[in-house]
C-alpha cells in the first residue's frame, strides 16, 4: 500500500508546472561593407553610436568599432527607426518589417517573429542598404542587411 | 509545503480507513442500487493549484455478478495569471465504461461489497480557452501589449484502463482509488495557442499518460436480493 501510494504522490508532484527558462531576443544582423574595385569588404568605422530614435538615452552602441551590428526591433509598431552617428555625423536607418505573434509554451508566453521588408537609409555615410535575408530569427546572430559605406568612412581592416 | 503535508495526510488516511474497514458480517440478502460518488483529488488539486478546478462525480450500478456499469461527468476550470498573460479555460467532460470486481466471488457472496476492479472507460471533453494580456517584451524597446486570443472550443476522446480499490468503510458508504492508464484517440488544437489541459484527461500535450482519483461515494439501497441470485436485473 506505501509504495502505491508513494506513487501517487510522486504523479501528483511531478505534474507542477515549470518557470520559463528561455529568452528570445529579435534582432536584425547588419553587416557593414565599403565597394572598392567592384567588391563588397568589411568595413571597421571608428566610433559609431546608435540608439533608436524613440529611445536617444539609451544607446545600443556608444563610440564602438564592430564591423557588424545586432539592432533589436521594435514590437509595438511595423517599423523601427535607428540614429547611427560615425564622427557626430548621423544617419537613420528605418527597418520596415511585418510581425506575426506566436505562442511559444504555457511558461514562456507570446513572442513576435519578424519579417523584413525594407531597409532605407540617409546617404551622409552609407551608400546603399540591401536586405539579404527577411526572417529574424531569435536568439541568432545572422546577417539580414547589407549596409555599405562610403569609402571615406571607412577605417578598412 | 504545508499543503503537500495536508495532502499527504489525507491520502495517508484514506489508505488507512480504507485497510481497517469494518466488514459487514454476512447478511442473507445482498444489496443492490446505484452507487454516488465523488472524486475528492479534484478538490485536493485544487487546494495546490488553486488557479485549476477540477470536480468530477461518478455514478456506477451492478449490471451483472461482478461487472459495474459506470459514468462519470465532471468539468474543469483554469484561471491562470502570469506575467506573460492570463490563461482561462472552462469544460466537461464524461467517462462511459464498466468495471469488473475481482473480489466477487472471493468473498462471501452476500453482503460483502468491497471491490478490487479492473475496467474500461471511453472519454470525451469540450473545452474552452482564451488568453488576455498578453505581454510581449523587449529588452531595448520595452513591454508591448500583444492581441488577445479569444475564446475557440475544442473536443478530446480518449480511452482509460482503469484498476483500482473500493471499500465499504461504513454501511453504503465506500473509500476507494483508482489508477488510469490513459490513451489520447485525438483532440483538437487552436492554431494560435495550445490547450494547457483537458478536462478529465489533464496534461494535454501528452500522449498517453497516468491519472488518480480517490473517491469517497454512498450505494442508495433500493432492493435486496437473495444469495445467489445477482443475476441480471
Known amino acids: 500500500m506505501i509504495p502505491i501510494l508513494a506513487l501517487m504522490l510522486l504523479a501528483t508532484y511531478a505534474c507542477e508546472e515549470q518557470d520559463c527558462d528561455r529568452t528570445f531576443n ?11 574595385d567592384s567588391v563588397a569588404v568589411d568595413s571597421l568605422p571608428p566610433n559609431i553610436t546608435i540608439y533608436g530614435t524613440t529611445r536617444p538615452d539609451s544607446l545600443l552602441y556608444d563610440s564602438a568599432s564592430v564591423s557588424s551590428l545586432l539592432l533589436p526591433l521594435d514590437p509595438s509598431r511595423n517599423h523601427s527607426r535607428f540614429i547611427v552617428k560615425i564622427n557626430a555625423l548621423a544617419d537613420t536607418l528605418d527597418l ?33 542598404v540591401r536586405i539579404v535575408k527577411h526572417t529574424i530569427n531569435p536568439n541568432e546572430q545572422e546577417e539580414n542587411i547589407r549596409l555599405y559605406l562610403t569609402p571615406a568612412d571607412t577605417a578598412g581592416r | ?68 456499469a459506470n459514468v462519470e461527468l465532471g468539468r474543469m476550470k483554469i484561471n491562470r495569471k502570469q506575467p506573460s498573460f492570463d490563461y482561462k479555460a472552462n469544460g466537461y467532460f464524461a467517462k462511459i465504461g464498466a468495471d469488473y470486481n475481482f473480489l466477487q ?12 476492479y479492473g475496467g474500461l472507460r471511453f472519454c470525451a471533453a469540450r473545452y474552452t480557452h482564451q488568453a488576455s494580456q498578453i505581454s510581449l517584451s523587449s529588452d531595448y524597446w520595452g513591454n508591448h501589449r500583444g492581441e488577445d486570443i479569444s475564446k475557440y472550443t475544442m473536443q478530446a476522446y480518449w480511452a482509460e484502463l482503469v484498476a483500482g480499490i473500493r471499500v465499504e468503510a461504513l454501511k453504503n458508504f465506500f473509500l476507494g482509488w483508482s489508477i488510469r492508464g490513459q490513451v489520447k484517440l485525438f483532440s483538437e488544437e487552436d492554431p494560435r495557442m495550445k490547450t494547457l489541459r483537458i478536462p478529465g484527461y489533464g496534461k494535454a500535450s501528452r500522449s ?10 454512498y450505494r442508495i439501497p433500493l432492493t435486496k436480493v437473495a444469495a445467489g441470485k445477482t443475476t441480471w436485473r
Open chain 1, 26 to 36: 529579435h534582432q536584425a544582423g547588419v553587416g557593414l561593407y565599403t565597394i572598392q
Open chain 2, 105 to 116: 466471488y472471493k468473498l462471501a457472496p452476500v453482503a460483502q461489497y468491497d471491490m478490487i
Open chain 2, 208 to 217: 498517453s499518460g497516468l491519472s488518480f482519483t480517490y473517491t469517497i461515494s
Open chain 2, 1 to 68: 509545503m504545508n499543503r503537500k503535508k495536508t495532502f499527504a495526510c489525507i491520502s495517508l488516511l484514506l489508505i488507512l480507513l480504507a485497510g481497517s474497514a469494518t466488514k459487514t458480517t454476512a447478511q442473507e440478502k445482498r444489496i443492490k442500487g446505484p452507487r454516488l460518488g465523488f472524486d475528492v483529488s479534484g478538490v485536493v488539486s485544487h487546494y495546490l493549484n488553486p488557479e485549476r478546478l477540477s470536480l468530477s462525480a461518478y455514478a456506477d450500478y451492478e449490471i451483472m455478478p461482478a461487472i459495474y
Open chain 1, 96 to 128: 520596415h518589417y511585418n510581425r506575426e505573434q506566436k505562442f511559444v509554451s504555457h511558461n514562456c508566453g507570446f513572442t513576435t517573429e519578424f519579417t523584413l521588408e525594407e531597409a532605407q537609409t540617409t546617404f551622409h555615410h552609407f551608400d546603399s
